[in-house]
C-alpha cells in the first residue's frame, strides 16, 4: 500500500526558516515531489527529488533520504506569502504520483 | 511552457445533470492525463488516468460509469460527470505529463457545486 505522512499545520514567523517533513512507505519509488498549493487554486511545482542529498532552488531546498523514506522542505526568509499547503507526492508507478494530506503552513508578521 | 488550462473554471448545475470539464495541454503534447478530486481541506485523490487513444484506469472506488473521460488527443480530455449529485461537489483538478517523466504539471481547477 501507499502511505504518506506529513505534519497536518505549522506555524512561522515571517523571516524565519521551517522544515516541513514528510515520511513514506510505497510500493514503488520513481522520486518525490513538493508542491505549493494556495487555497481555491491548484498545485504548483516546488521541487523533484530521485537521488539521495539536497537540492537547493532558492529560498526553497528539498532533501530526500531514500533507505530512510524520508524528505523534507526547508523554506528560508519566510514571506507572508507563503502561507499556503505543502503537498509531498511520492511518484510511484505508470507515472502516477501519490500525495500525502498537505501540511498548512501559517506565516505570521 | 508547460501550461495546462481548464474549463470551466468553476459550474453549479442542478442534481441530475451531467457537466463537462475540459483538461488541455497549451504548449506541449501530453501523453498521460491525469485526474483528480479534492475535498476542502484533504489532499488530492486520484480518480483516473488517461491514455490518448485507449480506455481510461480508474482508481478503486471511482464509478466509471459516472465519470467519463475522453482522452481525444494528446492534448485534450474531458471529465463529464453524469447524473451529478449533492455529494460529487468537489474541486476537479486535472495534470499532464510527457514521457518519461514524472513531472505532472496541473491545470487550475474546476470548482463543482451541484444544488
Known amino acids: 500500500g501507499q502511505n504518506i505522512d506529513q505534519p497536518t499545520e505549522m506555524t512561522a514567523t515571517e523571516g524565519a526558516i521551517v522544515q516541513i517533513n514528510c515520511t513514506y512507505q510505497t510500493s514503488g519509488f520513481n522520486g518525490l515531489f513538493w508542491y505549493q498549493q494556495h487555497a481555491g487554486e491548484a498545485p504548483t511545482f516546488l521541487s523533484y527529488?530521485?537521488?539521495?542529498g539536497l537540492e537547493e532552488k532558492g529560498r526553497f531546498s528539498s532533501f530526500l533520504s531514500r533507505s530512510k523514506g524520508y524528505s523534507y522542505l526547508l523554506l528560508k526568509e519566510l514571506q507572508m506569502k507563503d502561507s499556503a499547503s505543502y503537498l509531498c507526492?511520492?511518484?510511484?508507478?505508470?507515472?502516477?504520483?501519490?500525495f500525502g494530506d498537505g501540511t498548512t503552513l501559517t506565516v505570521k508578521p | 511552457g508547460a501550461v495546462v488550462s481548464q474549463h470551466p473554471s468553476w459550474v453549479i448545475c442542478k442534481s441530475g445533470t451531467s457537466v463537462k470539464i475540459e483538461c488541455r495541454s497549451l504548449d506541449f503534447q501530453a501523453t498521460t492525463m491525469f485526474w483528480y478530486r479534492q475535498f476542502p481541506k484533504q489532499s488530492l485523490m486520484l480518480m483516473a488516468t488517461s491514455n490518448e487513444g485507449s480506455k481510461a484506469t480508474y482508481e478503486q472506488g471511482v464509478e466509471k460509469d459516472k465519470f467519463l473521460i475522453n482522452h481525444a488527443s494528446l492534448t485534450l480530455s474531458t471529465l463529464t460527470v453524469t447524473s451529478a449529485h449533492p455529494e460529487d461537489s468537489s474541486f476537479y483538478i486535472c495534470s499532464a505529463t510527457v514521457r518519461s517523466s514524472y513531472e505532472q504539471y496541473f491545470g487550475p481547477g474546476t470548482r463543482l457545486t451541484v444544488t
Open positions: 507526492a511520492v511518484g510511484t508507478n505508470a507515472g502516477k504520483s501519490t
Open positions: 527529488n530521485v537521488l539521495d
